[in-house]
């Protein structure tokens, strides 16, 4: 999975390879090469501009320092480790999103509505989602109103047995359904209910309807767009649809078990502003993560000993100027200009390769 941005990504490093510093031409013939594999993972094109705007921006801001302490050893840091470092980190502030992904109501229930394509893997996902809360300690309550596809509820039920959660399910149309089973978790102290819809085969104007219905009704405080990764720029031309429709506020992006190319991972969030938060990688209901960028950006790069190190790097460069300034604190010189945390980008998923795995290209 992710081979084509990876290789992307390492012929782009290749192309920087015995270079110390980066410049305008040299990066250039580098983001060619990360042109190519984006848009070769069926990355949205104004992403892959944009994406690529940032990165040039950023690195011709830096100067390349050669030389860290790594531990006890000297290792050099090329343009090529630079430039990696500045992509993944363009990549999950691309990707991440901030703190818990479910949306609490302050009292009584909270409502996840789960919206998408059929065979997008919604109704799978319910049944991960629950599992994955319940285990969490919430009481769950599951309600089957696709009443689209005649196997989803009866699916459903089986998933819900599977994992002990019960499913809400009488003979009514949609709204109805999600509307009593919604009172029936407000009487019986449910602290999460989720709605599975209905879904087509394409986006039309019934099932919008109906989903906008449902939102309206039960006004659930999260509503989460399934969406299949091997599908590519199709998925995100039909995620824009379902926002521009339901505003949806995060995506479950499923399938990310199969071959992928990452198109719709890496677009997703910058076309709808809502962030992948959680991922299925696998048909059953164990096989359900919440969606961490920094892991996510890693396995995209393929070079987590590269983006290891330049961690590290950077902790070298933060410490060191933290003792310089805290040196100039006791001189009475600090001013506010000294102050020079450098930035990093939110992520929740911790450093991913450990020193025993980072194996730095040169050591000085
Ligand atoms: P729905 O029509 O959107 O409700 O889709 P389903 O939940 O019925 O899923 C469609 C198919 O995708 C089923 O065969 C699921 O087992 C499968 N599926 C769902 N999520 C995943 C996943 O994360 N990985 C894999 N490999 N298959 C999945």
Known sequence: MFDTLTK???????????????????????????RLSLLEADVDLGVVKSFLA?????????????????????????????????????????????????????????????????GSGKTTSCGKLARLYQKDGKKVLLVAADMQRPAAVEQLKIL???????VFNMPATPVEICQRGWEEAKKL???????DTAGRLAVDDVLMQELEAIKGSVQPKNIFFVVDAMIGQDAVRTARTFHDRLAFGGVVMTKLDGDARGGAAL??????????????????TDKFEEFRADGMATRVLGMGDVVGLMKDFEGVIDQKKAEEDALRMLQGEFTSTTSSARSRPSSRWGRSTTSSTRCPASAA
Not at 160 to 166: M, T
Not at 189 to 195: N, R
């Open 8 to 34: 992307g990504f390492r012929n782009a490093k290749n192309r920087l390879a015995g270079l110390a510093e980066l410049d305008d031409k040299n990066i250039e013939t580098a983001l060619r090469e990360v």
């Open 54 to 118: 940032s990165v040039k921006q950023t690195a011709l801001g830096q100067t390349v320092q050669v030389v860290a302490k790594h531990g006890d050893t000297k290792v050099k840091v090329t343009a090529g480790d630079q430039f990696v470092k500045i992509c993944h980190d363009e990549l999950v502030t691309r990707m991440a999103h901030e703190g818990d992904p479910i949306q609490w109501e302050d009292k009584g229930p909270t409502g996840i509505m789960m919206v998408g394509l059929q």
């Open 160 to 166: 819900g047995g599977q994992i002990d959660v019960p």
């Open 189 to 195: 102290g449910y602290d999460l209910v989720i709605f």
């Open 267 to 284: 677009s997703v969030k910058t076309i709808t502003g809502a962030p992948v938060l959680f991922v299925g990688v696998g048909e059953t």
